[in-house]
């Protein structure tokens, strides 16, 4: 791994950010926590990438709140410009 952000999917839409810190935090000091609202998906961003790869093999295929998470190493934005496409 290079970054110390995780993707953290398959989540249930009533997770709060949290309950997720507190999950991951038992695998290390959590930064930042950050849920996508209504998408099933967030971010978590641990205090090194020693503990990211420890997060991430304890936590990804484990259960919580009755879904299989998974988790695995945050991909980079893409940095895409936005197009406006205009019909007259």
Same mark, same amino acid.
């Given at each position: 791994m290079q970054g110390s952000k995780l993707y953290v999917g398959n989540l249930s839409? %009533?997770?709060? %950010? *949290?309950? $997720? #810190? &507190? $999950?991951?935090?038992?695998? *290390? &000091? =959590?930064? #930042? =926590?950050?849920?996508?609202?209504g998408k099933g998906f967030g971010f978590v961003e641990m205090a090194s990438v020693a503990e990211a790869e420890k997060a991430k093999e304890a936590l990804d295929g484990q259960e919580f709140q009755g879904r299989t998470l998974k988790v695995d190493e945050a991909r980079p934005r893409k940095n895409t410009e936005r197009r406006s496409f205009r019909r007259y």
């Open positions: 839409y %009533s997770t709060v %950010s *949290g309950e $997720l #810190e &507190q $999950l991951f935090a038992n695998h *290390g &000091q =959590v930064k #930042e =926590v950050n849920i996508i609202e």
